[in-house]
């Protein structure tokens, strides 16, 4: 069975609510609240990237939070200021929807990756997510996940081959003593 997405619906308005970009569904109480985190390249304007399914979501009833934010080699610096800002736009919707709506968490990349660290070093967000849907991410060193990288990036890129090459490892507190 093949399923067609429904037209990409242009009444839809983002707007900005404590750092974050929210779609709101067009009609109703939403089902859930989707928190969703791009790709580095785009991370900083996640609705203009990623727009049409981000759209597809809230078209069908789904209460949409991107989460800008900025890359950094300590991956622990972006969990932060994505926790931050999340945290201030989901209290500011429990208020205006009248409680929590169930959260899913989406990430695509590093965005991924992101929501990954955010469920292992948070307990409250883990705890709080109802499901995840993790899109394309890896933990390699860049120079294996992105070909060609020590031919064409390294030279273009020189003083910052160093970090580039050894991002730190952060754990995954929140599984220790899990099968």
Request: hydrophobic content about 40%.
């Amino acid at each position: 069975v093949v399923r067609r997405a429904r037209p990409c619906v242009a009444a839809l308005e983002w707007e900005e609510c404590n750092g974050c970009q929210l779609l709101r569904p067009q009609q109703g109480r939403p089902r859930a609240m989707v928190h969703f985190l791009g790709g580095v390249l785009v991370s900083p304007a996640p609705q203009v990237a990623y727009r049409y399914m981000l759209e597809q979501m809230a078209g069908r009833g789904y209460l949409v939070v991107a989460t800008p934010y900025a890359v950094d080699f300590d991956y622990r610096k972006p969990a932060a200021e994505i926790l931050d800002k999340f945290d201030g736009a989901r209290s500011t919707l429990a208020n205006e929807y009248g409680g929590a709506l169930p959260l899913l968490s989406l990430g695509h990349s590093l965005g991924a990756l992101m929501q990954t660290l955010l469920y292992c070093t948070y307990s409250d967000y883990a705890e709080a997510c109802a499901g995840s849907a993790l899109v394309s991410w890896n933990n390699k060193p860049v120079s294996d996940a992105i070909p060609l990288f020590e031919q064409l990036f390294v030279p273009a890129l020189g003083p910052l081959n160093g970090p580039l090459e050894q991002a730190p490892a952060v754990g995954c507190r929140h599984s220790q003593g899990h099968a």
